[in-house]
């Protein structure tokens, strides 16, 4: 049975969604601070982790996650939406994030698509291209044998242009590949991945080593780098 720790507070917002998860027929296990999910994740499928709770903020229950070694996909609720930014930004280690209030069918495609993921990444090979090698398996990712430290979104990013170097991956692409769950994302989202993305692989737009801007088309990772 696929079991989902659920860390939320509000328990207007966990009882329903406790009962929701479970008619889908997930093992649900619902805890109410930071602490408590934390220790629940060892075990879980994945994490459902509202962002504003008692004890340990939600960024710092993801990164004590991550701390653990653990690969379980995380789905973060945010009670506004300029938490988004801070939720994508701070590489906290969530994989997907949803606004309050949010429609439970939504919620659910969500979940769905980040326990899909999980299930096709398993037994997945590594893509290297130059420096840079994606390990689909472990979800991680590595410039000159050095890892990063990338988000859920810039990790299926860097996954589909690496999987496709010395191509075009055209806008349109990238945008059904990585942000299926969520067709309605501003295409806006893409170009501040690509950015933070070439951040943290060291390169330069201008000129570029990695990810070339294709204008009018899309990105291409360069595999002669
Ligand atoms: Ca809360």
Known sequence: MTRIVLVEDDPTISEPLTRALSREGYDVEW???GAGGV????TADLVILDLGLPDIDGVDVARRIRDKGLQVPILML????DEVDLVVGLDAGADDY???PFRLAELLARVRALLRRRSSDEGAADVSVGGVRVDV???RAFLDDKEIQLSGKEFDLLHVLVANAGSVVSRDTLMHEVWAADPGAPSKTLDMHVSWLRRKLG???TNPRFITTVRGMGFRFENDN
């Open 78 to 81: 945010t009670a506004r939406a």
């Open 39 to 42: 220790d629940a994740a060892d």
């Open 31 to 33: 805890h109410g601070s």
């Open 98 to 100: 949803v606004t309050k």
């Open 137 to 139: 398996a472990a979800h």
């Open 203 to 205: 390169d330069d737009a």
